[in-house]
T-cell receptor
């Protein structure tokens, strides 16, 4: 089954404690991206990746890092989480950025205390 | 960044038509998309329209695109309670970034 998986689905942590949210897709997609969803703001793109070892900033990259060492995986790293990063995070993948359907993961709800 | 705007709420009665509107700023987008998010779930592609089209119909869904006014709309005919969800319009730009609207929460009353 074609899918995008994220782990964990729920996470409560404290300020400053490094964390990683994993994202994996099994569709051999080149394009992957991370979004955060906040009430009234819709989805905002954090980082995206056009292919292995190629990543770029989206609209709200501050406080986040990503890596793309393998095509299927695109982890999101919060080196020192802060309460304003409490949000719902989605990973997505697609064959390309602009002309193909983006497939979304189920979301990770992160709370930073 | 780009600006994609939607109204936040829409309430309709079952069987009526729903019209969800969206305005965008980047006129270079090749495609414009509508996504649906059901409670507790990720986003699923609902439909899309190629930028050189004015209208696209797909069963109960009709997408209208007015490029001059940068206005996109989604019409759902014979709205059902199962259509209750948040609907997002989205446009990618030529720099491979995706921009989503704030989402319109559709409430369908029986």
């Amino acid at each position: 089954e074609a899918q995008v998986t994220q782990n964990p689905r729920y996470l409560i942590t404290v300020t400053g404690k490094k964390l990683t949210v994993t994202c994996s897709q099994n569709m051999n997609h080149e394009y992957m991206s991370w979004y955060r969803q906040d009430p009234g703001l819709g989805l905002r793109q954090i980082y995206y990746s056009m292919n292995v070892e190629v990543t770029d900033k989206g609209d709200v990259p501050e406080g986040y890092k990503v890596s793309r060492k393998e095509k299927r995986n695109f982890p999101l790293i919060l080196e020192s989480p802060s309460p304003n990063q409490t949000s719902l995070y989605f990973c997505a993948s697609g064959a390309s950025a602009t002309t193909d359907t983006q497939y979304f993961g189920p979301g990770t709800r992160l709370t930073v205390l | 960044g780009e600006d994609v705007e939607q109204s936040l709420f829409l309430s309709v009665r079952e069987g009526d038509s729903s019209v969800i509107n969206c305005t965008y700023t980047d006129s270079s987008s090749t495609y414009l998309y509508w996504y649906k998010q059901e409670p507790g779930a990720g986003l699923q592609l609902l439909t899309y329209i190629f930028s050189n089209m004015d209208m696209k119909q797909d069963q109960r869904l009709t997408v209208l695109l007015n490029k001059k006014d940068k206005h996109l709309s989604l019409r759902i005919a014979d709205t059902q309670t199962g259509d209750s969800a948040i609907y997002f319009c989205a446009e990618p730009n030529n720099f491979n970034k995706f921009y989503f609207g704030s989402g319109t929460k559709l409430n369908v009353k029986p």
